[in-house]
């Protein structure tokens, strides 16, 4: 490609020592500027639609380019000289030679990212496990330690317990809250903390000033999976945390339409992720970057629907008698509760509850639920229900996933961005019928 043309579509905000050009939005580094200095920062809301995106761009497009390439080419053999010397040897390399090793479209959403996280780098990857299993294969190494906590995502343990054992990695499982046996966990050879915040099923919240305080103390690195909050509830970076990881296919992206993850943090930590991320293959295509900033653009006002939405139908959970149990961290019942109200500025769209009764009544629920789909997955703008004993751990043994607090009776709910006053009365009629 040549530089011209990829200068057209560069991004602001995007890795590298070399000053933003002008024109380009200043809203990604928003985190930066003092209010007291000049024009007011930003909200989250602003810098969803704006953050990383030049203002005038190629073709003079509203909309982030579509860049559907695999291969870039170059004038002439002097012009690709220039581009190797410019961008082979930065401090932050910055390829766009071949699709593999970076894209101007998943560079804008990159950009975004990150401005959202206040962060000051993001990587995008394919999927959400491939964010996770390439920062986990890139920082750990043979005869490492790490730690998880327990309530993390079933696939994300399957990965820790089961091949990164064969790489001679080893982990310790702790439960989510327990900060004494967190830092009693920490051995001689511990490289990080790993965790969700919330957790799922069971919304386990994260405190975050303990947590980011016990491994500085014991030089560790922190990652920490906010998929179920987005930067929109909480930004861990903003308290020490080195990494966070989203599963962009859930509220990021935010329409059950695609698959993404994506990694944000300090440029040291990204870049080496980047660099493998060309090696490793878990590259991301134009056409779902471009999704990816579709979605984001609207995130701020699908989390306050989500939000609003999720709280008052917790409550109505909560209050009925045919419910068992709640788990919502907005709850004064839920365990983290004081933490989740500390730290976030809203709860989520997720709630898990245990309905009275046993197995089938609880499927008997969920089939007559009108609104929300049967099914796996959440953040999106349709409602999803499920039992976890059914989806995620119907291979698991019935002791085992008990022992895991997976009753036949819990429910995981997504809720979408339908209006609230029609789910309620849907989920009413539906416990009628139990």
Not at 189 to 199: A, C, G, Q, V
Not at 286 to 312: D, F, V
Not at 367 to 374: G, L, N
Request: aromatic fraction near 8%; include cysteine; hydrophobic fraction near 35%.
């Amino acid at each position: 490609m040549a530089a011209s043309s990829a200068t057209q579509v560069q991004t602001s905000g995007s890795a590298g020592p070399e000053p933003r050009s002008e024109g380009t939005s200043d809203l990604a580094d928003s985190n930066d500027k003092d209010p007291q200095a000049g024009a007011r920062a930003p909200s989250r809301l602003t810098q969803a639609v704006h953050a990383g995106e030049e203002r005038f761009r190629s073709h003079n497009s509203l909309t982030v380019p579509i860049v559907q390439t695999s291969t870039y080419t170059f004038q002439d053999t002097a012009h690709l000289v220039e581009y190797m010397e410019e961008h082979m040897f930065w401090e932050v390399p910055e390829r766009e030679e071949y699709g593999r090793y970076g894209n101007p479209t998943v560079r804008a959403a990159e950009a975004k990212l990150a401005a959202l996280d206040a962060a000051e780098d993001a990587l995008v990857l394919s999927s959400g496990m491939a964010a996770i299993t390439t920062t986990l294969f890139i920082l750990l190494s043979q005869g490492d330690h790490f730690i998880i906590t327990e309530d993390s995502y079933r696939r994300t343990r399957g990965f820790c317990n089961t091949f990164l054992t064969r790489f001679g990695v080893t982990c310790t499982t702790v439960a989510p809250g327990d900060y004494n046996a967190l830092e009693a966990a920490v051995q001689p050879n511990t490289k990080l903390i790993f965790s969700e915040s919330p957790t799922n099923p069971f919304l386990r919240c994260l405190d975050y000033v303990r947590l980011v305080e016990i491994a500085r103390c014991h030089g560790l690195r922190t990652i920490i999976d906010t998929t179920f909050a987005t930067p929109c509830n909480v930004r861990p970076l903003e308290y020490g945390a080195d990494l966070v990881i989203h599963s962009l296919t859930k509220y990021l992206a935010g329409h059950n339409d695609l698959l993404a993850g994506c990694v944000t943090g300090g440029f040291e930590i990204t870049t080496a992720l980047r660099q493998s991320q060309s090696v490793l293959g878990a590259v991301l295509d134009p056409h779902c970057a471009y999704l990816i900033l579709r979605g984001l653009k609207t995130l701020g006002l699908r989390m306050r629907q989500h939000n609003e939405s999720g709280l008052r139908i917790a409550r109505f959970l909560e209050n009925h008698p045919k419910i068992r149990r709640v788990w919502y961290p907005g709850l004064e019942s839920h365990p983290d509760h004081a933490v989740a109200v500390r730290t976030m500025t809203g709860f989520g769209g997720v709630i898990s509850f245990e309905v009275e009764g046993d197995g089938p009544a609880t499927g008997h629920f969920i089939d007559a639920c009108r609104i929300p789909r049967i099914g796996p997955s959440l953040g999106g703008v349709e409602s999803l229900i499920e039992q976890p004993a059914l989806v995620s751990y119907y291979d698991t043994d019935p002791e085992a996933r008990l022992n895991l607090g997976i009753s036949d009776e819990l429910v995981r709910l997504s809720v979408g961005i339908e209006d609230t006053d029609d789910l309620l009365a849907d989920f009413e009629q539906a416990l009628e019928k139990v």
